[in-house]
């Protein structure tokens, strides 16, 4: 009984807000603070996707339209269209687009992972891709993820085709082939913003303190990069409290490098019941989790951006990744309506950051 009188008080809040055409947009306009989301093209041809993405953010980032298998069918042709299609809606909605992702270990084109290139030949198509397609965005896209995930879990070099399989000519020198990128990346589009994007590194741990430490010593030499990417999938059980807490540090000490801080990819995924259900203490849960995020976010001026890896449950990538034992991550349901995770943003922007504590 007392779960459904909690449900129902939670649609008249939720229906309220949308009755008072109040949206994240609005609420992050006003605190300064891009809300954005990931984005499918195809999914724009429906009228409720479309429509609810460009009521709620202002903000895009295409999931996959703007990746190398994407962009590159075959290494004579670039395929722009998809990415073209999504940024012509954001200009068509006053929305500002995020570039994803230039380099990155996975999601390449069979064409070139099992093209057995030389290591110079692979240097020459990265810097090549880097250029063309920056150039092609030049004044569109405002930022990029430069380079993607390039650090596992201890905060070491991953192995990748870029770093050493075979590499572009740095294999062996940590992050000198990342160093590379970026400046290739800045050469391009000097006034595209320039991020590095990772996993797992949201805290306080190894990977974070290597991301720290590679930030640190390209700002102390004059790389360019402009911003750290904080990914956010975030499974529930997490201690809300030591998120809340260790994310906040964490964006502290990277905006006192002078860096510019985006949640990029954030979600929270509930378990699902046999039935496919959640239980209404897991959404509960989830609302706090979402609220800590943003609050951390919102704790540091230099916290810019906050993106959610897509908006509706309707086609979140949290099912077929867990092989649909997970699921209902993000802030609408798969009917567009607006969940309790939804009220716990909206609630946190429209609190404002002159309400928090800059770091």
């Not at 030389?118 to 020459?124: M, P």
């Not at 699902?272 to 259900?277: F, K, M, R, S």
């Not at 959404?283 to 993106?307: F, K």
């Amino acid at each position: 009984m007392l779960c459904d009188v909690a449900r129902m008080v939670a649609f008249v809040f939720l229906a309220s807000i949308l009755s008072l055409a109040q949206s994240l947009r609005q609420a992050g306009d006003h605190d300064g603070v891009l809300i954005g989301t990931a984005v499918r093209p195809s999914q724009l041809s429906e009228t409720a996707y479309a429509s609810t993405l460009a009521r709620e953010f202002n903000m895009v980032e295409a999931e996959d339209a703007m990746k190398w298998w994407v962009l590159r069918p075959n290494r004579a042709t670039y395929d722009f269209h998809q990415g073209d299609e999504l940024v012509r809606f954001a200009e068509a909605h006053q929305m500002k687009v995020r570039g994803h992702c230039l380099v990155w270990g996975r999601a390449n084109p069979d064409w070139l992972v099992q093209g057995h290139f030389t290591v110079r030949q692979l240097s020459r198509l990265l810097h090549e891709h880097i250029t063309r397609v920056m150039t092609h965005y030049s004044g569109q896209v405002f930022a990029w993820d430069v380079v993607n995930e390039a650090l596992d879990e201890n905060g070491n070099v991953r192995d990748s085709i870029w770093y050493n399989e075979p590499g572009i000519g740095l294999s062996g020198k940590g992050t000198a082939y990342i160093e590379k990128v970026f400046r290739w990346a800045h050469k391009a589009d000097p006034r595209a913003l320039l991020f590095y994007n990772e996993a797992e590194g949201e805290g306080l741990n190894r990977k974070s303190d290597a991301i720290y430490a590679m930030v640190r010593d390209f700002r102390r030499r004059g790389v360019p990069i402009d911003g750290v990417g904080l990914q956010m999938h975030v499974p529930l059980e997490s201690d809300i409290a030591s998120i809340t807490h260790s994310v906040s540090a964490n964006i502290a000490r990277l905006t006192a490098l002078g860096m510019q801080v985006h949640i990029t990819e954030l979600d929270v995924s509930l378990r699902l019941e046999p039935d496919g259900v959640v239980r209404a203490a897991d959404e509960a849960h989830q609302e706090d989790v979402y609220r800590g995020i943003v609050r951390a976010c919102l704790n540091s001026s230099g916290c810019t951006a906050i993106q959610t890896w897509g908006f509706t449950d309707k086609y979140s990538w949290i099912g077929s990744h867990s092989h649909h034992t997970r699921g209902a991550a993000l802030p609408f349901d798969k009917a567009y309506q607006p969940k309790a995770a939804y009220r716990a943003i909206w609630e946190e922007l429209s609190a404002g950051r002159s309400s928090r504590v800059d770091h």
